[in-house]
């Protein structure tokens, strides 16, 4: 899932809620409340974005397209009616778009993918999982709450377990004696890279035995794409295509996304995702696909 950011600016952050410092120990579900056409993912991000006139404010909003993050998660939002007490200070908001103009039930599974995606980054469990009227008795989320179209509540908690277990059981790699996150990547069809990001990982060449590693969803595995793994104990990038263009150096088992490959001076060279260029010879790289 593709989680789009378009967080609101320092401003917005101090006039629409309480600050930083939230704990992160529950999420909570809301529905729009609004079933115009065109009332999407997009346009409640933008209504945030420009500072929303209502004293109000909520991380993630999701529709049957996108999810879009407007404000981090160790935000306190302004989102459960209830003032400074847990529903505002230690929740995550989503709201669920529910436009006439999209598809419900796919916005319902958009939102699903996103509880479980915070739930495993940030340890929490189903249970708190809360509804809007847990905390203020607002009839919210309320077309979950109706059963509108035939999903109900339960539907949706349904939705976030099945889902939840898949990567529970399979996509959870526990580190070795003699493991390297490049080793592991290697291992699960993956990079390095998406492994650092998927973690929250700091210092990935501190990875210890016993360590749980989370594997990408082969949803989010990409296909066919070329890399290029250094051989070298150093070796030099360029700026352009141009073997004077010498930029910095790189180090051995460092990885890099090829974006295109080209002929310069009778010789190849692969520009990397960053821009920089890099040799093709195979006796300092290593090119593969994954
Ligand atoms: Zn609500």
Request: with cysteine; net charge positive.
């Amino acid at each position: 899932m593709q989680i789009k950011k378009q967080i609101v600016s320092q401003n917005v952050i101090n006039q629409r809620s309480y600050g930083l410092g939230n704990p992160k120990k529950y999420i909570t579900i809301h529905q729009t409340g609004n079933p115009n056409k065109g009332a999407d993912a997009q346009a409640h991000a933008n209504i945030q974005s420009r500072l929303n006139p209502r004293q109000a404010s909520w991380h993630y909003q999701a529709d049957d397209k996108v999810v879009i993050q407007s404000f981090e998660d160790n935000v306190k939002c302004w989102h459960c009616g209830d003032g400074r007490g847990p529903g505002n200070t230690e929740s995550i908001g989503i709201e669920i778009c529910i436009n006439e103009d999209g598809d419900y039930k796919k916005a319902i599974e958009n939102a699903a993918e996103l509880v479980k995606h915070l739930m495993n980054k940030h340890n929490i469990p189903i249970e708190n999982v809360k509804q809007h009227y847990d905390w203020s008795r607002k009839n919210c989320p309320a077309q979950l709450r109706a059963n509108h179209k035939g999903i109900s509540w339960n539907d949706f908690l349904n939705l976030v377990k099945k889902e939840d277990k898949k990567e529970d059981n399979k996509d959870i790699y526990i580190v070795q004696t003699g493991d390297t996150l490049y080793k592991i990547a290697a291992q699960h069809n993956t990079t390095t890279k998406a492994l650092i990001e998927l973690n929250d990982i700091v210092t990935p060449d501190l990875i210890y035995k016993g360590q749980k590693i989370k594997l990408p969803t082969q949803k989010e595995v990409k296909s066919k794409q070329k890399y290029v793994r250094v051989k070298a104990s150093q070796l030099w990038v360029y700026d352009k295509p141009d073997w004077n263009a010498k930029h910095s150096t790189v180090k051995r088992n460092e990885v890099f996304t090829i974006k295109r490959t080209l002929k310069v001076n009778g010789h190849t060279m692969h520009q990397l995702k960053s821009g920089l260029y890099i040799t093709n010879n195979s006796k300092y790289v290593e090119v593969y696909e994954k």
